[in-house]
């Protein structure tokens, strides 16, 4: 008895760090399953606190020239952009008969009392500007600026705002619009779309957990893992926001991540105890076995997709970096789940785990057989995979930027019914115009500049102190109290036409600003706000990747010592990478699909959700390359044959990393029936990047660029052969 209680000492006195925890993991588990049950508690409280102190963070680049104009309009003007439009229509004959104008002044002057409204004005009140009525005289608009931040003008005024004013009256009926109102719209239906989503994947995921498992407590395990990372990535966030502000979009990103890895991770630590367990191995070595080499496994897989996400801290935008938050957050969650809280889970009910007929372990299964067809002709399956992938991203080279609008929401959303309207019924868009702010007191030829700018394609009209001008013609006398300052400076407000405004904002920006004016000006407003964003954050792509092939090339040289094996790691992830982004051009920019899923393409891409996808997607393939490239490093140690190791690494990896992919995959595909276009997008684009990554470049790519580089994979690494093999 004294020897058969030493061996066990002795083995969790030995060996490296990881098992000794695993060891320790078995011996402690009754209270790491307390501990961890009070933390979920803990944390649960902390979570339901962080999702509804999320913030409704706005498209914006801080320092921007159009942030500059924007400040200048408020100091030296007493205004700036209009943040919301209320479109009144007459319910009978136009909006010049005299009853419906009295009521449309009256409405005017409501608006402009609310709370929180620091100025109103519409087609009455400005002298009937042709820019504010539609075509058909059924239709007038009446602009709103609200001051503040996104929370303040979304959860706080608008709330109260548009219920009130859109019940209209006998006369008008008032619908609510503009870049406002449409995103104030759009949290709660994305929000919406991730719970049904979610409703969905969980008992999906059950029931593909319990196929490849085989039993009902092994499939459950690694969603209830799912669900702790969840949870404990937004208690963390809940610290995070003590310091910062938060998108609340950061919270659909925490679910969709969060049982994804939490699956991921739970499956290879299982997978290893069921692994060490057939080996003979008793179930405090399983465990601890599991922890050594899954768990290390796991770590370098979170902390490579830590460091992915973690290279959005490097843009300026809140946006953006809410997902870095949020991303780290749920990884720390998962690593946690899986490799401290599971081995105390597996040590007190391991036996339910294990499938219920052992089947031995196969040396020579599908998967070692494919990887050496395929590294006995490297060059023609690696390169019809490649001619494969490459042909599959090709839609990528036309890719085009713009900007989100109201289409993004889904044609029943009043706010893009109204945006709607406006579009089809009036001339112009003089709730989106460009602001011009002049700082200089000797401001020149107003009249000159107008008028050169009204000649410009896109360009409805030009209002100034100076005058209205059309085509280069003066058309009005305008308002010069409204657009000159106490002081110095002046200010130009150029009305786009409706179709430049649908086609490309951006462009008509970038017009505006080529034309040399006579004085210094900024150049503000919506449009260009947008401009100046996707500008920021598109001038930014390149820091972003050369930070994240870096970081992650570094992370896979740590757990590889190779220094060959991160450069084509890193290869066959833009490769992926490629072909995910091929597929959202082809289908959300270009609008294939459009009718099955159910959005409207307005044949341009939004920057941020791309980039957000890159990264995320970046993180995930080199997940499952952290996977894959463990087991065959593990093999090549142990016998110092590059080959054998690859088809012998595949043979025991690649069976769990389709399984989890296909899991993955379906967990984002489910995301394809939202309906915010976002959502779609990012749920569509991530379900190809994962199943790309874990069957053709996984199966074939990886063995076939193995067996190319040969002893090189693993150069300046001196393998230990197998006289390691009898040493241990």
Aim: charged share 20%.
């Amino acid at each position: 008895m004294v020897t058969t209680r030493a061996r066990p000492a002795r083995q969790a006195a030995a060996g490296p760090p990881l098992r000794r925890l695993g060891f320790l993991l078995v011996r402690r588990r009754r209270l790491v399953l307390a501990l961890a049950l009070a933390v979920l508690i803990g944390a649960g409280v902390l979570a339901a606190g962080a999702a509804s102190g999320l913030s409704l963070a706005r498209f914006e680049a801080p320092g921007s020239e159009s942030d500059r104009a924007q400040a200048e309009l408020e100091e030296r003007f007493g205004t700036g952009s209009p943040d919301m439009i209320f479109l009144v229509t007459a319910r009978s004959g136009t909006v010049d008969d005299p009853a419906v104008e009295a009521a449309g002044r009256e409405l005017t002057e409501r608006v402009g009392r609310h709370e929180g409204v620091a100025e109103s004005a519409s087609y009455w009140t400005r002298g009937r500007p042709a820019t504010l009525r539609s075509e058909d005289g059924r239709h007038a608009l009446i602009v709103v600026r609200i001051p503040g931040d996104a929370d303040h003008v979304r959860a706080e005024v608008l709330p109260r705002l548009v219920p009130e004013i859109t019940r209209g009256t006998d006369l008008l009926q008032v619908r609510a619009g503009g870049g406002e109102e449409v995103f104030r719209e759009t949290v709660p239906l994305a929000r919406q779309d991730f719970v049904r989503a979610e409703l969905v994947i969980f008992p999906l995921a059950f029931v593909l957990l319990w196929l490849y498992q085989r039993r009902a407590m092994a499939a459950l395990v690694p969603i209830l893992a799912g669900v702790y990372a969840m949870v404990i990535g937004l208690a963390l966030l809940s610290g995070v926001l003590l310091f910062t502000e938060i998108s609340t979009f950061a919270l659909n990103l925490t679910l969709a991540m969060g049982l994804g890895l939490g699956i991921d991770y739970c499956l290879f630590v299982i997978q290893r105890f069921r692994e060490e367990t057939r080996r003979g191995a008793d179930r405090a070595a399983a465990v601890a076995g599991a922890v050594e080499h899954a768990g290390r496994t796991v770590l370098y897989s979170g902390l490579t997709v830590a460091s992915s996400l973690a290279v959005l801290f490097a843009l300026p935008f809140d946006f953006l970096r809410s997902f870095a938050y949020a991303g780290i957050a749920v990884v720390l969650g998962g690593l946690v789940a899986a490799v401290v809280v599971l081995p105390a889970v597996l040590a007190t009910i391991g036996g339910t785990i294990l499938p219920r007929r052992d089947r031995p372990e196969r040396a020579d299964g599908f998967w070692h057989g494919l990887a050496t067809r395929v590294m006995r002709r490297p060059l023609v399956f690696g390169g019809l995979a490649t001619v494969l992938l490459l042909v599959l991203a090709s839609p990528f080279l036309g890719l085009r930027f713009g900007v989100a609008d109201d289409r993004i929401l889904p044609p029943e959303a009043s706010s893009r019914q109204t945006q709607e309207v406006i579009r089809q019924s009036f001339p112009a868009e003089e709730t989106d115009a460009i602001q011009l702010v002049s700082v200089d007191a000797r401001a020149g030829d107003v009249s000159g500049y107008a008028a050169s700018l009204s000649r410009l394609p896109g360009v409805a009209q030009v209002d100034s102190a100076a005058g209205s001008y059309a085509g280069g013609t003066r058309v009005g006398d305008g308002d010069p109290a409204r657009f000159q300052s106490q002081g110095r400076g002046a200010w130009l407000s150029v009305v786009p036409s409706a179709a430049a405004l649908a086609d490309d904002p951006v462009r008509l920006v970038e017009a505006v600003r080529t034309v040399r004016p006579p004085f210094e000006v900024l150049v503000g407003g919506y449009p260009a706000e947008l401009s100046d964003y996707r500008s920021s954050v598109v001038d930014r792509l390149p820091l972003v990747l050369a930070l994240m092939l870096g970081v992650t090339c570094a992370v896979l040289f740590l757990m590889t010592r190779s220094v060959i094996i991160p450069i084509k790691a890193t290869l066959l992830n833009v490769l992926s990478l490629g072909v995910m982004f091929g597929a959202i051009v082809w289908i959300f920019q270009d609008g294939n699909l459009s009718g099955l899923l159910g959005f409207t393409p307005t044949g341009t891409l939004d920057p941020s959700i791309p980039i957000l996808m890159l990264c995320v997607a970046y993180g995930l393939s080199m997940d499952y390359e952290v996977f894959l490239l463990s087991r065959i490093k593990e093999e090549y140690d142990r016998t110092g044959d590059t080959e054998s190791a690859v088809a012998t690494g595949l043979q025991a990896g690649a069976p769990l990393i389709t399984a989890a992919g296909g899991i993955l995959a379906l967990t984002f595909a489910a995301y394809a029936t939202a309906s915010v276009t976002f959502v779609q997008m990012l749920g569509v684009g991530m379900a190809v990047a994962v199943l790309v990554d874990a069957t053709v470049i996984r199966a074939v790519l990886v063995p076939s660029l193995m067996r190319l580089a040969g002893p090189l994979n693993w150069w300046p690494h001196t393998p230990r052969g197998r006289a390691t093999t009898s040493a241990r």
